[in-house]
């Protein structure tokens, strides 16, 4: 039968897994399809790169104009990353008729419903699903198996990064800063971190599944970040006193047609399946109205983890193909966007205080709680033996984040209160 | 646009999910798939019982034949259970043009290869989601998520009743038989448990993942199993003692081309994510040769974590109609079954035996398992209070079937070992 063929662009990390891939299962692949799958036609960055794997010299070029063009192939895969040419190769590509398979985050965030407008109008197929969590298939389940379900909220460790981090000064007790350099030495870490422990990664990623599991166009400003790299030991150590993990969490959740969407170092009650998950696994938290607590679990990065969403991807498209149904199952948000103003947004909240410690003080601050509405499930006090302060340990019952700025706002003022060291959202 | 027309076979508690689901989620399912979702017909065991739904009465009837006739039909959904007239239901309906939505896992895992071989003949869908693992989509994840994969190794909890029981057990230090009567009383036990506890239940799921993350035609009578009915108070004390939970999982694991599948009360290592699953909740984890570890968590029974399944498959199978493409995606395994052999299978055991409290006793049973080459990963000998004898509890490292067999036959001529009071697989 005529093979598929298939223009990849980038043989980093990620592209040399998919050629591992296709050419390892070639025998599975072709059985699920009913025909050979080729790589065509690699655009790389530089030609005389030494290799892992090896590849026909020919099938390389420098110029990714050349795959885009070529009108022997069928199907792009991209996993080149980035987004400013990246874009114009994808756009360029639709527009000739190809279907796209790609695991770029960034580009699917900042400019997914632009692609997919493209893609329907040209009846292609844009398969996305290694763009978040790597090797869980969580877009899949969003988009197929949950089809017939509301989702109500996602919560995600979707940044191997910050997790591996968290995790390791939990079980160490090291700091952030130790971590990272040790994060950094390993690989796990980039030279600049800023994308990842500034949650900007993790942003991405949500807007995305904001999208698919509400239906409607999350955007990127749409996420409310805050990154991890003011997280203290002392934090972690609280935390787990109290018994909850730190957790960097994307989470999406929604009440009628209104919904929020952040991402936040987040205290999550041990008991939370989503709380064991260490080192750089990712998971994926879904609740579902009719479903209930689902959790996927899995490898985020990887090249092997990643590759394997990809060519599932690739698999997809090629039976579309075949079938000649290729961009007719496009998911095009079809909910107007209603984001939940700060009255509406509620949650549990930790906060670590440095007060004066002397009579009276607890109740000045309890006072302010209630003068905003905001009820408390628990109040630690102690005294800090190496100054005249006291430190008191707060947590809250679900709080409006209007009513907690209030709170935080009163506190400046208070004289009593010599800072607030810490306050983090609460989960499970 | 033309409504589609669907008919049910049961209302029962999933059936009643589907309608709920159907009817409540009308909006976005007719946006996902272009037209209504009407439920047209649905045959019921009594036309007078009093039911959670409104349903007109008009719609229904005690004759299935009356559904599966009805050329309005378009889809039949069967949630009514049970194998024998089920058959003959499915069959017709193919026959009949029908598409076909299953939650029948004892139908599947007996017939599938049947009734999937009338489906690709009538090019008809047959999709049964629901079958295993309730609301968990774990049959579109081997099928499509790991397309790309390799799968090596599934282990599930995939029996709702029987987690229950052994997690209640562990946590409170409980008898099997009390557990079973409370599980019967709060009805997640049936008045005869036997399917449940004996693992047959749990066999039919695995036979079911087996075929489809093989690729290969797993019957169930290639499923080795034991139930958790034996399983004393006193062994899962051993076992949290020596780290690990008791769970009663359904393994299917492949070297090359060559499979095992098996269900057995199994110690799991505390630090395997599938050992913190508690209660009614279901799991299965995979593991793909590029994927690595992935685990999939959720409700595994329930009337709408199951109706999701349903219904998730209901929209598939009204999308492929939409695009004229039903029965065109069907797996259909294709690779030869090769069952290892007892040589072949091996994993970590764990033995408690009880011998008499003598000098040399360790020495003899030790040599036994270095005569048929089984290394022993730890031994501990504990004195037994109340009796003359001591008890010894043993963990293997991976040693073959055949071997533990001839281990095990060798013990019964051993006069220093008593009884050998439990041996239960080790895994994680």
């Not at 700025?405 to 810490?422: A, M, N, T, W, Y």
């Amino acid at each position: 039968m005529k093979p598929v063929k298939v223009g990849l662009l980038g043989l980093g990390t990620v592209g040399t897994g998919v050629v591992r891939i296709v050419e390892g299962h070639q025998e599975d692949l072709s059985s699920q399809v009913g025909s050979p799958i080729v790589i065509e036609k690699v655009a790389v960055k530089n030609l005389d790169k030494k290799r892992s794997i090896e590849i026909d010299r020919s099938k390389l070029t420098e110029d990714p104009w050349e795959v885009i063009r070529d009108p022997e192939i069928d199907v792009i895969v991209e996993v080149m990353g980035g987004i400013a040419g990246t874009k114009e190769y994808i756009l360029e590509a639709l527009d000739r008729g190809k279907h796209i398979v790609t695991a770029n985050k960034d580009l699917m965030a900042l400019y997914g419903s632009e692609i997919l407008a493209k893609a329907l109008e040209k009846q292609c197929d844009v398969f996305y699903e290694a763009s978040v969590a790597g090797g869980i298939p969580i877009i899949r389940t969003l988009i197929e198996g949950f089809s017939s379900d509301r989702i109500m909220k996602i919560m995600g460790i979707v940044n191997g990064t910050t997790n591996y981090i968290l995790s390791k000064m939990s079980q160490e007790g090291a700091s952030y800063e130790d971590v990272l350099i040790e994060a950094q030495e390993l690989g796990y870490a980039e030279a600049d971190p800023t994308s990842d422990v500034e949650g900007l990664d993790a942003a991405r990623k949500m807007a995305i599944l904001g999208t698919l599991g509400f239906r409607t166009n999350v955007e990127l400003q749409d996420v409310q970040v805050r990154g991890i790299s003011s997280v203290s030991k002392e934090d972690i150590q609280y935390a787990k006193r109290l018994g909850y993990e730190m957790k960097l969490l994307g989470i999406a959740d929604r009440q009628d047609d209104e919904f929020s969407i952040s991402v936040q170092p987040t205290m999550v009650k041990k008991s939370h399946p989503i709380a064991a998950v260490n080192g750089v696994f990712n998971a994926v938290y879904v609740y579902g109205e009719a479903v209930g607590e689902t959790m996927f679990y899995g490898a985020g990065a990887g090249e092997m983890p990643t590759a394997t969403s990809v060519v599932a991807d690739l698999v997809a498209v090629v039976k579309n193909l075949k079938l000649g149904v290729n961009g007719l199952k496009a998911i095009v948000p079809y909910k107007p966007k209603k984001l939940k103003n700060d009255e509406q947004i509620s949650f549990k909240n930790f906060l670590l205080l440095q007060v004066s410690d002397k009579a009276g003080v607890l109740a000045q601050i309890t006072q302010v709680f209630a003068e905003y509405e905001v009820s408390l499930e628990s109040v630690v006090q102690s005294p800090n033996a190496d100054t005249p302060d006291a430190e008191i340990m707060i947590v809250t019952h679900n709080a409006s984040k209007a009513s907690m700025d209030q709170v935080l706002h009163h506190f400046e003022g208070l004289d009593v209160i010599r800072r607030v060291k810490s306050v983090y959202r609460v989960e499970g």
